[in-house]
Nanobody, 115 residues
């Protein structure tokens, strides 16, 4: 059974930093492209960062230069380091494969950035 459990969210002031973690079980995340997604109130879920099996990464324009995705293969964990946070980064953040598999969505972790 696949489980993706996100953690690390919280309330932070504009300009602050957070590191999100995604613990995976039931899959070997080093063998699959993984992504971080977010959904803000009233908006559709969007992909913000992804990491490929070969280690290549890419980012949405809105987070480029501020967010960094990484993986620890030994721990089957995906991370999202978020720096210089802005109020518009406020959302629930999720991890999933890329492309995402609907059955694998977890609870997500709330990130709130105050101005």
């Amino acid at each position: 059974q696949v489980q993706l459990v996100e953690s690390g969210g919280g309330l932070v002031q504009s300009g602050g930093s957070l590191r999100l973690s995604c613990a995976t079980s039931g899959i070997i995340s080093s063998f699959a492209p993984m992504g971080w997604y977010r959904q803000a109130p009233g908006k559709e879920r969007e992909l913000v960062a992804r990491i490929f099996v070969n280690g290549d990464k890419n980012y949405a324009d809105s987070v480029k230069g501020r967010f960094t995705i990484s993986r620890d293969n030994a721990k089957n964990t995906i991370y999202l380091q978020m720096n210089s946070l802005k109020p518009e980064d406020t959302a629930v953040y999720y991890c999933n494969l890329n492309p995402a598999i609907s059955a694998y969505w977890g609870q997500g972790t709330q990130v709130t950035v105050s101005s």
